[in-house]
């Protein structure tokens, strides 16, 4: 059983567990807050502050910070102060000021990016921030511990706190007239979402943010009724859900971001049946178990159904081989190659995409390369090649290249060039 | 000495000011009623009271040792709490939290606390309800419960019955007769209902154009409390 589990999820991928270890984490801590959130009637301010994220992480990426966290953390927690302030003291301004800094930052952020970045893939940087395409597979170790490190101290504070955030949140006038410092648990709250945001943004990406922060919340909002029992609610379904989608998404080759939300979304269905329900015959906790158990046999059913990577005949022995791993597998692992190619120099690679020629900006020429992109084309990673002898087929044509890799600086980057390439054209 | 006294105080918010030279004092045991039309000052009085705003210009003095944060509310119900997943208890129990401080957690005093003045409501059988599934009536309940898990010794209440029909109207202010004789809670209460004032008030500050603060019979014997209950039989 294990056996058979660990080959359809690739769980004895190092880069998997990181995954798994990560999503579930982060997915907790994000639920966590969303009750608060909903009731409190700032559901968009996850949405606001992603996006202020996302320009704190363009402004790192043009400043060359080796870690760009330190950066993006204390950007986004004073956005978030600013923000639920704003929304506090006057009405009126409060989704205004949300709305402002979201899209100031936003546009700031493409602005500099495209005014200044070193990558030389544009557009797949960007798509990568705002829909965390496979970012969840490739993290760093210094991502990982920082990861875990935050998620535990966001789930220590809001256990600590957690009477408080009640009080506060159910009815802030009379906390206050009473005794309680409701303006620095506000800023507390505050500055703990801007934590879950910059966090979450590996996992599901700037845009889908909100999703994973207020579905778990709203979903456990229809069955049950009191507020320990929704935000625990909340954060087993936000898990189940995590997993279903990353794992899902790892067999079936779908976007990871995109599958948890769909995954969050079909929970708020359900959950708002058995709301229904539960007003009419008066069950509650069986039939919300039953719905987890529904998700998680929808996942496993669509994990049965996905195609298995086709065997392509070769005796040689690869280090890497990109053929025998699925989609979103194959393309994770490049990824890692493509980011960091010191850390896989010399060893024989094997991997299939289109022909194509990338311009090396030391000497203008072309150089034949073999290019990935993914499915919405806008992410793409190259292999750079030379083989002279046999002529090299059209532009777009389907290869299957092999060689070993060799890390190459190609202006202020590090590139990924194939030595001893050979190639053969798929048909 | 009086438990609140205000002194010279003047009510605004923003650029529009409200009323000015306000005087008058609560002492222990009163009963004090504060009637007046329509944006007239009297939800910015109850904000100052509280300490969640300042006044734009004189005092709110406490006495006998009340600190400000000692006061005991019933707000008026807010949007967010009409569909808050919430149990009674939790919710009573949060009127504890002022006693708290930094600490995390309830204390064994603070539940039987708690547990004492859902009783003493009558909600026994209610604890592990949901608040957005009772009746105006319990809500209100609850909410005063609350406010006595933060303070037994002043009360304020803001529009305790409004949307409340006539028989919930008639418990809630006998509960609160209860409290203010039986228990001796001193009472501040913001009114539209001068039927009650009459019954229950032992003062009644009225707020407008030109203030008047009084006993119930100095209040309904001059022109001002005369001419008010002529206008809200109308």
Redesign the interface.
Known sequence: MFDYLCATFYLDQPMVQNALLVGVLISLCASLLGVTLVLKRFSLIGDGLSHVAFGAMAIAGVLNFTHDMYFILPATILCAILMLRAGQNTVIMGDAVVAILSVASLAIGYLLVNLFSSSTNLTGDVCTTLFGSTSILTLKPFDVYLSIGLSLAVIAIFVLFYNKIFACTFDEDFARATGTPVTIYNFFIAAVIAVIIVLAMKLVGALLISALIIFPALSAMRVFRSFLAVTICSAVLSVVCSLAGLLVSIVAGTPVGSTIVCFDLVTFAIFSLVGLARRRFRVSLPAAAAACLAILMLASCSCSKSPTPPAVADNEVYDIDLLQQNETMAWALASNVTQTPDDYAGMRIRLAGRFGHVKNPENNQDMPACIITDATACCQMQFEFDQTGSPYPAEGTRIILSGKLTPVMRGKTKACYLENASFTVVQ | MSLLTANNLTLGYGDRLLLKGLNFSVNEGEFLCIVGENGSGKSTLVRCL???QKPAGGVIQPGEGL?L?????L?QQ?V??K?????VW??VL??C??H?GLW???SKADKALAKANIARMGLTELT?R?Y??LSGGQQQRVLLA??LC??RRLMLLDEPVSGLDPRMTAEMYHLIDKLNHQEKITVIMVTHDLAAVREYASHVLHIGKKPLFGTNQEYFASDLGHHFTTLSQM
């Not at chain 2, 944060?69 to 509310?73: K, L, S």
């Not at chain 2, 569909?83 to 149990?87: K, N």
């Open positions: 509280l300490g969640l600190a944060n000692q006061i005991g509310y707000p807010t967010v709490q569909d808050f997943p919430a149990t939790e919710i949060s009127g939290q002022g708290c995390p957690f309830y592990r949901c957005r599934e609350r406010a933060a303070t």
